[in-house]
T-cell receptor, first 110, second 116 residues
Framework: ELKVEQNPLFLSMQEGKNYTIYCNYS?????LYWYRQDPGKSLESLFV???NGAVKQEGRLMASLDTKARLSTLHITAAVHDLSATYFC??????????WGAGTKLIIKP | NAGVMQNPRHLVRRRGQEARLRCSPM?????VYWYRQLPEEGLKFMVY????????ESGMPKERFSAEFPKEGPSILRIQQVVRGDSAAYFC??????????????FGPGTRLLVL
């Protein structure tokens, strides 16, 4: 059974700092997604990672995938307040279901 | 191009009543997924549908819950005889093709169900 673990679950940081969110998963998968959710809102797709070594960047966010280690990272560079949100990773199972991490609640203080 | 639409956005029901949640997928999308999200948790898969077919309902409780995606009209998630534990946010997502082939799922705004 595929399990997905994110850490940390809560992160409070200052603007301008760098930090990384980790997503570990337990069995082989060919796709991993990162989503952002603002309080009371829906989920916004950030990145889709499909192969070992894949790296994608959008603004201050960069996601990478290591399929051998079954690990994805979401790196935040020089954080700004607007990035405060909850970030989820979701991993595709052998069929079509997405198995979700519990989410990382990120608070960025001015 | 309108995104995934869900209504109502908020729904309050008393225990024992029925809740009907609607989802209209993005234009050109024929695959619909329903998820449930409890507070401070990730999403849990409930059911996957294509037009007129339930493909996978393994995440949906056997009792009181049902889903459909008719040929015409939105997908409906129906919860009969609601209980307090049904209170959650219910999200619908759609994709153009089968999500197992690396299609991105696009999410609606969700329906927040509160059972009193």
């Amino acid at each position: 059974e595929l399990k997905v673990e994110q850490n940390p679950l809560f992160l409070s940081m200052q603007e301008g700092k760098n930090y990384t969110i980790y997503c570990n998963y337990s069995t082989t998968s060919d796709r991993l997604y990162w989503y952002r959710q603002d309080p009371g809102k829906s989920l916004e797709s950030l990145f889709v990672l499909l192969s070992n070594g894949a790296v994608k960047q959008e603004g201050r966010l960069m996601a990478s995938l290591d399929t051998k280690a079954r690990l994805s990272t979401l790196h935040i560079t020089a954080a700004v307040h607007d990035l405060s949100a909850t970030y989820f990773c979701a991993v595709g199972d052998s069929n079509y279901q997405l198995i979700w991490g519990a989410g990382t609640k990120l608070i960025i203080k001015p | 191009n309108a995104g995934v639409m869900q209504n109502p956005r908020h729904l309050v029901r008393r225990r024992g009543q029925e809740a009907r949640l609607r989802c209209s997928p993005m234009k050109g999308h024929s695959h619909v997924y329903w998820y449930r999200q409890l507070p401070e948790e990730g999403l849990k898969f409930m059911v996957y549908l294509q037009k007129e077919n339930i493909i996978d309902e393994s995440g949906m409780p056997k009792e009181r819950f049902s889903a459909e995606f008719p040929k015409e009209g939105p997908s409906i998630l129906r919860i009969q005889q609601v209980v307090r534990g049904d209170s959650a946010a219910y999200f619908c997502a759609s994709s153009r093709g089968l999500a197992g082939y690396q299609e991105t799922q696009y999410f609606g705004p969700g329906t927040r169900l509160l059972v009193l």
